[in-house]
């Protein structure tokens, strides 16, 4: 059965999204009862294949859609159609159309299973439809299920090839929802993958060492296409395999100790575990083992900034000997980009699922520092690593004037394009239409939520490239932004170039981080967490801000979000700079969020 893949990449999945040609196995005379309506059926099927591995995309569902009014329940014809469909989709620019596509796709499928529950390929192609279209827990656990699916049909069947794709779907699905262990969890769906595709890399350098190194090899032509040929499917699996080491590695350090020692006494394709014999020397060996992975993920691909990054977290601060990953600085603008590039799609589904609280607690600090200075709104805002723009829907109703988004991933940015005063940037649709005469107010629908959006490094960026009337900013908010800097010196000294501090009441910062206690921090004031993100101690940001020319107006503990359904420890600052100051000692008036709410719907029904 001929398999043809297109490849995404993708760092929290592996996704090769499988369109199969299943050809159905007929005799090459056909018998005199054979019908005509069986023939029919046939043809279509056939004439569909032939369309679709031609490209013909059009004409191929045509044959296919023909097929099945013939047919409604003819298998290859349900499961080719819905191929046809999401490679129609590549190309289309209508996202109603799209829709459309996908949904008879994904009913196309799941109409299969029904009929045939173990039908791998169904099973994989609808996990990855479903994936494609939502990542909520949810859709990962049905996603999750249907891997397995097509993982235990090919471990069933002797002549079936071994499934790497879908081991490799399964265990990044499994380790989202926290499934590592057992023979079909994350941790062993990582290993046989590997395992796998390592197979085919020494079957491509067998090829080319026969073809450099037997006795007659001179004496043939050189092969200089099949040789470019093999280079290229080896470097290609060894792009796979830093992805696959990533992950295999990222789940080590997330077992248990309970559970690594579990593991010393299971079968491991990768590991050695002779050395784990209880839950300390066995939680070292997973680590070291994480470490291992992590740093065969950055050999086999070097473009692999995420893996080189989390090195350096695993790498840690004490490690002897220079290493060159070590976390000694911000993360990467490649990291950032690339992490966050790959992210844009689910970014809003994900946090909300981990109850990320953080940028309506921007929003109500912003709103409550207005009370308390006793202003209305806020002029201009820059909204630093604005993402999505989900911190955007919450600042905007309290500027009167511009607001900028800054960011450094272009796929964050042009999501947040497309956020109008009443739509999208968290702003679900039932709540934008549910007040009265919204679904009819096409200027608020068609009003951009931010003013300006611009792709730049926040640490250089210039008011130049930034303002719309050259004036400085009189808030900026950064909603979890420095958890990927370590000295974030650098960043708050352009913050204060970027304000607005000359006007009378001077200009705001509003951040969150992640908060290390004071006792507990290293002497820099910041520490690289195992979960590839910083955390900064009070004593040292406070200081840095006031390096940059900051006072701290308001501090308080916050729980940012949850993870590995544990919270997680951050901290939220309210600094000024310029205008009248606050004398040492006075307080901060903390408003009730349902003032907050209030001014929120009675400022955004004004604009």
């Given at each position: 059965?001929?398999?043809f893949?297109?490849?995404?990449?993708?760092?929290n999945?592996i996704?090769?999204f499988?369109?199969?040609?299943a050809?159905?196995s007929?005799?090459?005379s056909?018998?005199?009862?054979?019908?005509?309506?069986?023939?029919?059926?046939n043809n279509?099927?056939q004439?569909?294949?032939?369309a679709?591995?031609?490209g013909?995309?059009?004409?191929?569902?045509q044959?296919?859609?023909?097929?099945?009014t013939?047919d409604p329940?003819?298998?290859?014809?349900?499961i080719n159609?819905s191929s046809a469909?999401?490679d129609l989709?590549?190309s289309?620019?209508?996202?109603?159309?799209k829709q459309?596509?996908t949904?008879?796709?994904?009913s196309?499928?799941r109409?299969?299973?029904?009929l045939?529950p173990k039908?791998?390929?169904a099973?994989?192609?609808?996990?990855?439809l479903?994936?494609d279209?939502?990542?909520?827990?949810?859709?990962t656990g049905?996603?999750a299920?249907?891997?397995?699916i097509?993982?235990e049909v090919?471990?069933m069947?002797?002549?079936e090839?071994?499934?790497?794709?879908?081991?490799?779907?399964?265990?990044?699905?499994?380790?989202?929802?926290g499934?590592?262990?057992?023979?079909?969890?994350?941790?062993?769906?990582?290993?046989r993958s590997?395992?796998?595709l390592e197979?085919m890399?020494?079957d491509?350098?067998d090829?080319?060492?026969?073809m450099?190194?037997?006795?007659?090899?001179a004496?043939?032509e050189y092969?200089d296409?099949?040789y470019?040929e093999?280079?290229?499917q080896?470097n290609?699996i060894?792009?796979?395999?830093?992805k696959?080491y990533y992950?295999y590695g990222?789940?080590l350090?997330e077992l248990s100790?309970?559970d690594?020692?579990s593991?010393?006494t299971?079968?491991?394709?990768?590991?050695?575990?002779?050395?784990g014999?209880?839950?300390n020397?066995?939680?070292m060996v997973c680590?070291?083992?994480?470490?291992?992975?992590?740093?065969l993920?950055?050999d086999?691909?070097g473009?692999n900034?995420v893996?080189?990054?989390?090195?350096g977290?695993?790498?840690?601060?004490?490690?002897?000997g220079g290493n060159?990953?070590?976390?000694?600085g911000p993360?990467?603008?490649?990291?950032v980009?690339?992490?966050f590039?790959d992210?844009?799609?689910t970014?809003?589904?994900?946090?909300?699922a981990?109850?990320?609280?953080v940028?309506?607690?921007i929003?109500e600090?912003a709103?409550?520092w207005?009370?308390?200075?006793?202003?209305?709104?806020?002029?201009?805002?820059l909204?630093?690593?604005?993402g999505?723009?989900?911190?955007?829907?919450?600042i905007?109703?309290?500027?009167?004037g511009p607001?900028?988004?800054?960011?450094?991933?272009?796929?964050?940015?042009?999501?947040?394009?497309k956020?109008?005063?009443?739509?999208g940037?968290?702003?679900?649709e039932?709540d934008?239409?549910?007040k009265?005469?919204?679904?009819?107010?096409d200027?608020?629908s068609?009003?951009?939520?931010?003013?300006?959006l611009?792709s730049?490094?926040?640490e250089?960026?210039?008011?130049?490239?930034?303002?719309?009337?050259?004036h400085g900013?009189?808030?900026i908010?950064?909603?979890d932004?420095?958890?990927?800097?370590g000295?974030?010196q650098k960043?708050l000294q352009?913050?204060?170039?970027?304000?607005n501090?000359?006007?009378?009441?001077?200009?705001?910062?509003?951040?969150?981080c992640e908060?290390i206690?004071?006792?507990?921090?290293p002497?820099?004031g910041?520490?690289?967490?195992?979960?590839?993100?910083y955390a900064?101690?009070?004593k040292y940001?406070?200081?840095?801000?006031?390096?940059a020319?900051?006072?701290?107006?308001?501090?308080?503990e916050i729980?940012?979000?949850?993870?590995k359904?544990e919270?997680v420890?951050?901290?939220?600052?309210?600094?000024a700079?310029?205008?009248?100051?606050?004398?040492?000692?006075?307080?901060?008036?903390?408003y009730?969020?349902?003032?907050y709410d209030?001014?929120v719907e009675?400022?955004l029904?004004?604009?």
């Amino acid at each position: 059965m001929p398999l043809f893949s297109k490849n995404r990449n993708g760092f929290n999945a592996i996704a090769i999204f499988l369109t199969v040609i299943a050809l159905l196995s007929y005799p090459a005379s056909v018998s005199s009862s054979y019908s005509e309506y069986e023939g029919k059926i046939n043809n279509h099927l056939q004439e569909g294949n032939n369309a679709l591995a031609g490209g013909d995309l059009q004409t191929a569902i045509q044959n296919y859609e023909a097929c099945l009014t013939l047919d409604p329940n003819q298998r290859y014809c349900n499961i080719n159609l819905s191929s046809a469909l999401v490679d129609l989709n590549e190309s289309e620019q209508d996202e109603a159309t799209k829709q459309r596509r996908t949904t008879r796709a994904i009913s196309a499928l799941r109409h299969v299973l029904r009929l045939h529950p173990k039908d791998g390929d169904a099973a994989f192609n609808l996990a990855l439809l479903l994936q494609d279209s939502s990542r909520s827990e949810d859709i990962t656990g049905e996603a999750a299920r249907l891997y397995q699916i097509a993982v235990e049909v090919a471990d069933m069947d002797d002549g079936e090839e071994d499934r790497w794709d879908a081991l490799a779907n399964m265990a990044a699905a499994k380790q989202e929802l926290g499934e590592f262990m057992g023979p079909y969890g994350a941790r062993r769906s990582y290993e046989r993958s590997i395992v796998l595709l390592e197979g085919m890399v020494e079957d491509y350098q067998d090829y080319l060492d026969k073809m450099l190194n037997e006795v007659d090899s001179a004496k043939r032509e050189y092969d200089d296409e099949g040789y470019n040929e093999a280079q290229m499917q080896i470097n290609s699996i060894n792009a796979y395999l830093s992805k696959l080491y990533y992950g295999y590695g990222t789940v080590l350090t997330e077992l248990s100790p309970s559970d690594c020692l579990s593991l010393m006494t299971e079968e491991s394709l990768l590991m050695d575990t002779k050395e784990g014999t209880d839950d300390n020397t066995a939680k070292m060996v997973c680590e070291t083992n994480a470490v291992n992975a992590m740093r065969l993920a950055v050999d086999l691909d070097g473009n692999n900034v995420v893996a080189m990054h989390m090195l350096g977290a695993m790498a840690g601060e004490g490690e002897e000997g220079g290493n060159e990953y070590k976390g000694k600085g911000p993360a990467s603008n490649e990291f950032v980009s690339a992490l966050f590039d790959d992210f844009a799609d689910t970014f809003d589904e994900k946090l909300g699922a981990l109850g990320y609280n953080v940028p309506r607690l921007i929003g109500e600090a912003a709103y409550d520092w207005l009370q308390m200075s006793n202003g209305e709104t806020f002029e201009s805002a820059l909204d630093a690593g604005c993402g999505t723009g989900l911190a955007g829907r919450f600042i905007r109703p309290l500027v009167t004037g511009p607001l900028v988004g800054v960011d450094l991933s272009q796929k964050m940015l042009d999501i947040a394009a497309k956020c109008t005063l009443a739509k999208g940037c968290g702003l679900e649709e039932e709540d934008a239409t549910e007040k009265e005469g919204l679904e009819d107010d096409d200027e608020r629908s068609q009003t951009p939520l931010y003013n300006k959006l611009v792709s730049s490094d926040l640490e250089t960026v210039t008011l130049n490239e930034l303002v719309l009337d050259g004036h400085g900013f009189d808030l900026i908010v950064a909603a979890d932004v420095l958890v990927y800097l370590g000295d974030i010196q650098k960043l708050l000294q352009n913050f204060a170039i970027l304000s607005n501090e000359s006007s009378d009441d001077g200009a705001s910062l509003i951040f969150s981080c992640e908060r290390i206690d004071d006792e507990e921090a290293p002497p820099s004031g910041w520490k690289l967490q195992s979960s590839g993100r910083y955390a900064h101690s009070k004593k040292y940001v406070t200081e840095a801000a006031m390096n940059a020319g900051y006072d701290l107006m308001y501090y308080e503990e916050i729980v940012p979000r949850m993870e590995k359904g544990e919270p997680v420890q951050g901290h939220l600052f309210i600094f000024a700079i310029g205008g009248q100051s606050f004398e040492e000692g006075e307080e901060y008036a903390d408003y009730d969020a349902d003032d907050y709410d209030h001014v929120v719907e009675s400022v955004l029904e004004e604009l």
